[in-house]
């Protein structure tokens, strides 16, 4: 079960961390690129506002591609099966690795441009299929644990990025090409190592009817005498589901049977984009620079916010099957909103006395850790708790289409929340993370140690009414 973890991680939500992250690194660099191709081009200078503008395409193109990626998975996952869609995955992103590789020596900055969009929809494919996949072979006393693969590997990507970004290893003027077509070796590394492990159990049951693959697939993911507990419980839900075929995700809309469930994978998934971990990000380095950190020495620094992020993330694996969904994540919203309140604070004084920098400084790793101890791990695991087999897929695709659009909304009005608001934009913050958290007490059932139908079961009496 690790290993199977391991060979879905290392293409899947480790490409988007990792993109997300190394694109940081080589800004300078491509814009030089940018002037010199334009220069060699039309023999002129590239103007300044023109030069911002494809600067945010190559930087939001990425968005727009995981959208895309998010729309597709969840037929590629219907289709192809949980395992072959990963597999087909890394085509795309060996492809937007060669785009972005000859982008530098050919002078072509428009395949910079298509190579982000195509990592983009990798991304967006590999955030919707990893998560079902583990969510599905994982026994349901390990679901949370093996689920939390989704975001260990997320937050390795983005510390492996910082640490390849680094000027002494790729993010330097002559390598940064390599840097982004670096994305290729863990796209080959999953082509390597996950044929070697079966195909989804409940797909091969329920979707495909293939009884003997699932008990086999059973059998090697649990063990020869482990197995029969999850063949029931599979065959349980196959026969309740009674041949229904997996839905499309305009379906899920009108189906009453998953209306709260649709609507907490909504709210949950905005209020992870849109909980000011972004802010925290945008601001760190103005922390840093004000705790008397030299500006040279800051992208080291920042490394430490993705050591706390990994180091949260295993913690949430170890946790989650023992204190349960309910407790993480809504304790880590009310520490998120109380993080924000001090930092509001101590942004405001942060002149007035020569310790507050510092307890700044604390307050931006203390909501990092909180946000990956709860948040940041659990939205995932939950998504595939939710939902039975037949609606699982479809479930995927609206909760990545809701953070796509966020993510790229987040992106676009940030700057102008931060230009307007200044320091009080964690009071924006603040009250979405209460909100969030009061909506989970409010509604979310804990899902600890309980198969799908019974998850199912917990939400009827909200879908259908008290007397139902």
């Known amino acids: 079960l690790f290993l199977a973890v391991c060979a879905v991680g290392i293409g899947g939500t480790f490409q988007y961390g990792y993109n997300v992250s190394i694109i940081n690194a080589p800004t300078q660099h491509i814009h030089k690129f940018l002037n010199e191709t334009w220069n060699s081009r039309y023999h002129k200078e590239l103007n300044p506002d023109l030069l911002t503008f494809l600067w945010s395409v190559i930087a939001s193109i990425f968005s727009l591609g995981g959208l895309c990626g998010a729309l597709i998975g969840g037929s590629m996952a219907i289709r192809l099966g949980r395992k072959g869609a990963l597999l087909m995955n890394n085509v795309i992103a060996i492809l937007a690795s060669i785009l972005m590789g000859i982008s530098f020596p050919t002078g072509l900055f428009e395949l910079l441009i298509a190579g982000r969009f195509l990592i983009g929809i990798n991304s967006g494919i590999g955030l919707c299929v990893q998560p079902l996949y583990i969510g599905e072979f994982a026994p349901k006393h390990l679901r949370g644990g093996l689920a939390m693969g989704t975001s260990i590997f997320l937050t390795g990507g983005i510390l492996t990025g910082q640490i390849i970004g680094l000027r002494e290893l790729l993010g330097g003027e002559k390598h940064w090409p390599l840097l982004l077509s670096s994305s290729s070796i863990p796209a080959l590394a999953q082509l390597l ?162 310790w507050v920098p510092y307890m700044s400084m604390a307050c931006v790793f203390a909501f990092i850790l909180s946000f990956g101890l709860g948040p940041g791990g659990i939205t995932n695991t939950l998504t595939a708790e939710l939902f039975v087999q037949s609606s699982r897929p479809a479930a995927y695709m609206i909760a990545g289409t809701v953070s796509w659009i966020s993510f790229f909304t987040v992106g676009m009005l940030f700057p102008f929340i931060v230009n307007g608001l200044k320091q009080y934009c964690f009071v924006v913050f603040l009250l979405e993370c209460f909100f969030v958290a009061a909506f989970i007490f409010l509604i979310i059932p804990e899902t600890k140690n309980k198969s799908f139908l019974e998850i199912k079961k917990e939400f009827h009496k909200l879908n259908f009414g008290r007397n139902a």
């Open 193 to 354: 190592f996950l044929p070697w492990f079966p195909e989804s159990p409940r797909y091969l049951l329920i979707d495909r009817g293939d009884e003997l693959s699932c008990a086999k697939a059973l059998k090697r993911f649990h063990g020869s005498s482990e197995y029969r507990r999850e063949m029931e419980d599979i065959q349980r839900e196959c026969f309740a589901l009674a041949g229904e075929k997996p839905k499309k995700p305009w379906q899920l809309f009108t189906d009453r049977g998953v209306r709260w469930q649709l609507i907490t994978v909504i709210v949950m998934t905005m209020g992870q984009q849109l909980s000011g971990i972004n802010a925290i990000y945008f601001y760190a380095t103005y922390v840093f620079e004000q705790a008397g950190i030299l500006a040279e020495k800051i992208p080291y620094v920042t490394l430490g916010t993705g050591v706390c992020e990994c180091l949260t993330a295993l913690s949430c694996g170890l946790l989650i099957d023992y204190v349960g969904r309910r407790c993480l994540i809504i304790g880590g919203y009310l520490l998120m909103t109380l993080w924000c309140t001090v930092l509001t604070f101590s942004l405001t004084y942060q002149e007035l006395y020569s």
